[in-house]
């Protein structure tokens, strides 16, 4: 299997336990010291513990099933280091009611230590709005 398969694989496998909401299998392909920008809260997160508390926090916004899309992937890979760049779509509904029905871009980094590929940095944007300064989620291209 080429590195660019291996690395589509391990996105495959990490959004079908984001949908699962399998908190351990989709972390299990974080570095430790893994730097990520988030479209919310802070600036940067640092660290595995940091990106786990986040990810906990948006699962249990949805307390039933919920859609979770990897929208047009590419993967560059390297044979140490990988990028992917990606649209992302979550639809589901919120303890509240709401519904939830976004998109968002994604570059990942992996970077492939002993022969294993983890993710050392995410990023995660929205465009906005330049008048009205708010975000623009429901973009589809």
């Not at 786990?52 to 890979?77: K, M, N």
């Not at 709401?98 to 995660?124: F, N, P, Q």
Request: glycine share 6%; proline share 2%; charged share 25%.
């Amino acid at each position: 299997m080429s590195n660019g398969e291996e690395i589509r694989q391990l996105i495959t496998e990490q959004a079908e336990a984001i949908r699962k909401k399998d908190i351990e299998a989709a972390m299990a392909q974080y570095a430790k010291d893994i730097v990520s920008f988030d479209v919310i809260d802070s600036l940067q997160k640092k660290g595995i513990e940091a990106c786990r508390e986040r990810l906990e926090s948006w699962l249990s916004q949805f307390p039933g099933p919920f859609a979770y899309e990897i929208e047009q992937l590419t993967v560059l890979a390297g044979e140490e280091v990988t990028y992917c760049h990606s649209m992302n779509h979550v639809k589901g509904a919120r303890a509240t009611g709401e519904v939830i029905d976004m998109r968002w871009r994604a570059t990942v980094c992996y970077s492939k230590t002993d022969g294993v590929w983890l993710i050392t940095h995410e990023h995660s944007s929205v465009p906005f709005d330049v008048e009205s300064g708010k975000a623009l989620t429901s973009l589809t291209a």
